[in-house]
Antibody, heavy 122, light 108 residues
Framework: QVQLVQSGAEVKKPGASVKVSCEASGYIFIDYYMHWVRQAPGQGFEWMGW????????DYAQKFQGRVTMTRDTSINTAYMEVSRLRSDDTAVYYC???????????????WGQGTLVTVSS | EIVLTQSPGTLSLSPGERATLSCRASQSVSSNYLAWYQQKPGQAPRLLIYGASSRATGIPDRLSGSGSGTDFTLTISRLEPEDFAVYYCQQYGNSPRTFGQGTKVEIK
């Protein structure tokens, strides 16, 4: 079955960086966009951007440009999302989510990874 | 950026009742690229509806989506115990993708 498995929880100090991984299985990794979304405690969802695993092209939400980097390693079907210069308000659960097929029908995000809690605290 | 406003914030209903959730966009959603998700405590969201009205794989037909342009609706015809959760709408036709703030469906 299609599955996304993320790396474990992280605790970071303000100003540090964090890199979250998302391993895909059950489908052809390079055929689908991968999105990253975060959810602060008790809050709604904030879309961060996507990566095209085939080309490596990215599109970041303006809010995160210059502070977020999305990459991938096609040899191990894994996407990565790194946030630099962390602040306390970056504390959130970070999700990867499979998007639309790159050359197919445009759909929603399905499935989502289990989420990675990133806590930023001094 | 397209702002999505969901209403009501909380819906208190009994099992077997009908639930109607609304999602209104600040501008027209491109190609009706509007999705609905369900989230339960401690879990990742699950896709229910995409393209405003297409059910995702495995979603029962008691859930249905409708609407176009700026006004969209998720209807649950008869609430089952597993339907009590928070529901979010999302537009994915424009960048940035945006989400509504959610509607909680709770047991009355």
């Amino acid at each position: 079955q299609v599955q996304l498995v993320q790396s474990g929880a992280e605790v970071k100090k303000p100003g540090a960086s964090v890199k979250v991984s998302c391993e895909a299985s059950g489908y052809i990794f390079i055929d689908y966009y991968m999105h990253w979304v975060r959810q602060a405690p008790g809050q709604g969802f904030e879309w961060m951007g996507w990566i095209n695993p085939n080309s490596g092209d990215t599109d970041y939400a303006q809010k995160f440009q210059g502070r977020v980097t999305m990459t991938r390693d096609t040899s191990i079907n894994t996407a990565y999302m790194e946030v630099s210069r962390l602040r306390s308000d970056d504390t959130a659960v970070y999700y990867c989510a499979r998007g639309s097929e790159i050359t197919g029908t445009t759909t929603g995000f399905d499935p989502w990874g289990q989420g990675t809690l990133v806590t930023v605290s001094s | 950026e397209i702002v999505l406003t969901q209403s009501p914030g909380t819906l208190s209903l009994s099992p077997g009742e009908r639930a109607t959730l609304s999602c209104r966009a600040s501008q027209s959603v491109s190609s009706n690229y509007l999705a609905w998700y369900q989230q339960k405590p401690g879990q990742a969201p699950r896709l229910l509806i995409y393209g405003a009205s297409s059910r995702a794989t495995g979603i029962p037909d008691r859930l249905s989506g409708s609407g176009s342009g700026t006004d969209f609706t998720l209807t649950i015809s008869r609430l089952e115990p597993e339907d009590f959760a928070v529901y979010y709408c999302q537009q994915y036709g424009n960048s940035p993708r945006t989400f509504g703030q959610g509607t909680k469906v709770e047991i009355k």
